[in-house]
């Protein structure tokens, strides 16, 4: 233990620090929980946009994903259960842009309230910025729909708007819940039901016909890496007060 710590804190002529020390003082600085953070959340963002990128790649190029798609669509539909397309109608509402604009702005102002407007302004901007995003998305990909479908509509279909909302959504407020929660089990309990609601939703939108496998992964590869952007940019904000941007006569009524 002494040879090690005099390797470490042992000077040089001229008083300089070792080389071991230098590397120490690295090594503690990279264990700074803002930079392992956003680390963290630059590597999912590098990973979604790769994942988002490929399958568009393969469905302008027409890659067997894309002839996969219509077959288990097709399979979906053949082997749906009356019961099942009901309880799925219910389900898929979870992401649906209208009830989850209702709960972002409910949270948004119970958060407000709380004196945490950063985080109310996070709520926002995930679900807000995944919805018109996606909706762009749709009309520069312009897929029609599948044929057979338990419901109809006028919109495109890649990527899922559903998938999109719900992944950028509940991937935010698992976030600020895990900020919130020191246990460990809690916050591992957050994370699998977070992936449990996003992957039933997705699901929801194959089983009723809306859209294509390749259109549920790309809007959930759209919506995490539109999080993860979303949260560097709280990350770097840091504690600063987003109330600061509103004109002052604004500012005070909010607070």
């Not at 407007?117 to 901007?125: D, F, G, K, S």
């Not at 312009?142 to 057979?148: Q, V």
Request: net charge positive; glycine share 6%; with cysteine.
């Amino acid at each position: 233990m002494e040879a090690t710590l005099s390797a470490v804190s042992r000077p040089r002529r001229g008083g300089r620090a070792t080389k071991p020390l230098l590397r120490y003082g690295a090594s503690v600085r990279s264990r700074d929980p803002r930079t392992l953070t956003l680390t963290a959340l630059i590597v999912a963002l590098a990973a979604s946009i790769a994942a988002f990128a490929h399958l568009a790649e393969d469905y302008l190029t027409g890659d067997p994903i894309v002839r996969w798609d219509v077959r288990f669509a097709l399979w979906l539909h053949d082997h749906a259960v009356g019961a099942l397309v009901s309880a799925f109608k219910v389900v898929t509402l979870a992401g649906n842009s209208a009830v989850l604009g209702v709960l972002a702005a409910a949270l948004a102002v119970a958060l407000v309230r709380r004196r945490l407007p950063n985080e109310a302004a996070l709520v926002l901007l995930a679900f807000a910025g995944a919805a018109v995003g996606n909706a762009l998305l749709k009309l520069a990909f312009h897929r029609p729909r599948p044929e057979l479908a338990f419901i109809h509509l006028d919109t495109y279909s890649f990527p899922s708007g559903h998938a999109a909302a719900a992944s950028a959504t509940f991937t935010t407020l698992a976030y600020l819940a895990c900020r919130v929660i020191r246990s460990g089990r809690a916050r591992a309990g957050i994370v699998v039901a977070t992936v449990a609601a996003i992957a039933l939703v997705d699901f929801s939108r194959l089983y009723l016909g809306a859209h294509y496998l390749s259109d549920v992964l790309a809007g959930t590869s759209f919506g995490v890496a539109w999080a993860t952007l979303s949260l560097i940019g709280y990350t770097l904000w840091g504690d600063r007060n987003v109330l600061d941007l509103l004109p002052r006569s604004r500012r005070q009524s909010s607070s």
